[in-house]
């Protein structure tokens, strides 16, 4: 479908389906442009009730939280042209059955490749340094003295780091990870020219680079080809005592063997902002002090959820202004 002029509101203004409470900023701007449907309850919708808030919309502005599949997306009112989602991932779209439907689907790239960089170094170090125990004991009032022996955990300065996905946000990490003297190692499917790749060694295998991994960041995106990737097999071909992280899509990783090898001592610990089934994570996470977990917080800095509204915002004024969204994912 191509961008056109839209249904308008009473007044004018394009009807636009605010999906989940937005930043104040994100939501003022929202309504002073749109005659937009907020969500102040914050209430999470299911499909169903999605097609129904959407009557009368043709623009919906939709999360994560949210899975268009492609149920879900038949279920929408005819008048629904264009979904922008509030986020990078794409995974929660179904795009085939957007197309084949003539959704315009956009996103919002670059702008939370920061917070979400800065993230994946916090659980990196978290987990490494035990920092979700040290918390804990202190919180606890369990801390007796200082002790030469408590709580000792990885060093993180001059380890190799291997980046599962160098895309923005891989390559993010790694500026971040020289900081901290380590070597970084990566596996994309296309090598990056040198200005991207910084000294960085590229694996055209993935497997290749898991033998060198103190630590793994994983930072590619969810698609059939990454769904379950760090199984048990993988985690055998890593270092004793390795780290990994996983600031990027839940089930890329298989649970059952992450969760293995955090029991055993094979990993020495996994810092997750992600989770399959969230926010129902497994709960035989909750049991491993050897996991650092955080909910699903990788952009939630004010300036990045402020740049993520307005960036999908701009994709939706672009569409009903009769211009190609700059962000347009399908
Ligand atoms: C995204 O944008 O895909 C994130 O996971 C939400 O912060």
Request: with cysteine.
């Amino acid at each position: 479908m191509t961008p056109g002029s839209p249904p308008t509101g009473n007044d004018g203004r394009p009807p636009l389906l605010v999906t989940r409470h937005l930043p104040e900023a994100v939501e003022a701007r929202a309504a002073r442009d749109y005659d937009a449907r907020l969500n102040p309850q914050d209430v999470v919708h299911d499909g169903a009730a999605l097609a129904r808030l959407a009557r009368g919309c043709p623009g919906i502005l939709v999360t994560t939280s949210e899975r268009l599949d492609a149920a879900a997306i038949a279920a929408l009112p005819d008048e629904v042209r264009i979904v922008a989602t509030y986020s990078v991932g794409v995974d929660h779209i179904d795009l085939g059955a957007a197309s084949a439907r003539g959704l315009v689907v956009t996103n919002t790239p670059d702008v939370l490749t920061d917070a979400t960089a800065d993230a994946a170094m916090l659980l990196i170090l978290g987990a490494a340094r035990r920092a979700g125990e040290g918390e804990r004991l202190v919180r606890a009032g369990q801390w007796k003295s200082w002790t030469p022996t408590l709580l000792l955990g990885v060093q993180v300065t001059g380890k190799r780091l291997c980046i599962l996905g160098m895309g923005r946000i891989g390559q993010a990490v790694a500026r971040r990870a020289r900081g901290f003297d380590m070597e970084v190692h990566y596996s994309t499917r296309r090598r990056l020219p040198p200005e991207q790749e910084q000294g960085a060694t590229w694996h055209a295998d993935p497997e290749e680079m898991l033998p060198l991994a103190d630590f793994l960041s994983i930072n590619c995106p969810l698609t059939a080809e990454t769904r379950g990737w760090l199984d048990g097999r993988r985690i055998a071909l890593m270092p004793d005592g390795a780290v990994v992280v996983n600031t990027a899509r839940g089930p890329i990783v298989d649970d059952d063997a992450l969760i293995a090898a955090l029991r055993s001592g094979k990993l020495a610990a996994a810092g997750l902002d992600v989770f399959t089934n969230e926010p129902d994570l497994d709960p035989r996470y909750l049991d491993l002090p050897n996991a650092f977990l955080q909910p699903h917080l990788g952009s939630a800095t004010v300036e990045t959820r402020n740049a993520m509204g307005f960036r999908a915002l701009d994709n939706l004024d672009a569409f009903f202004a009769g211009r190609e969204p700059p962000d347009r994912v399908a």
